[in-house]
Nanobody, 126 residues
């Protein structure tokens, strides 16, 4: 079982930076058993992939829309995954959720993730 709690959301202006955190409480396995991902859902749109990081933190992958602006990282000693977001744009406005995948391989796909946080709202004003 994994419980995920996001923090760090808020209202910012275009061009600002923000860092999201996702703290994981894990039982039955260790945090390093899980690849982690960030997804977002804008009003009226489907949830979409943002970024993912491998179990040891060696590999990362990003959606084209955020590559070069967002950075995903993890601290396995603290059971936490981060999303550093720079040069935010109004189109980044969404609820951002972190997710944990125990056995997934195609980690940009929502179906690969077994556990989800409640999400945190990011609003970027122009």
């Amino acid at each position: 079982q994994v419980r995920l709690v996001e923090s760090g959301g808020g209202l910012v202006q275009a061009g600002d930076s923000l860092r999201l955190s996702c703290a994981a409480s894990v039982s039955g396995h260790t945090f390093t058993s899980y690849a982690m991902g960030w997804f977002r859902q804008a009003p009226g749109k489907e949830r979409e992939f943002v970024a993912t990081i491998s179990r040891r933190g060696v590999g990362t992958s990003y959606a084209d829309s955020v590559r070069g602006r967002f950075t995903i990282s993890r601290d396995n000693a603290e059971n936490t995954v981060y999303l550093q977001m720079n040069n935010l744009k109004p189109e980044d406005t969404a609820v951002y959720s972190c997710a944990a995948s125990y056995s997934g391989t195609y980690l940009s796909a929502i179906r690969e993730y077994e556990y989800w946080g409640q999400g945190t709202q990011i609003t970027v004003s122009s």
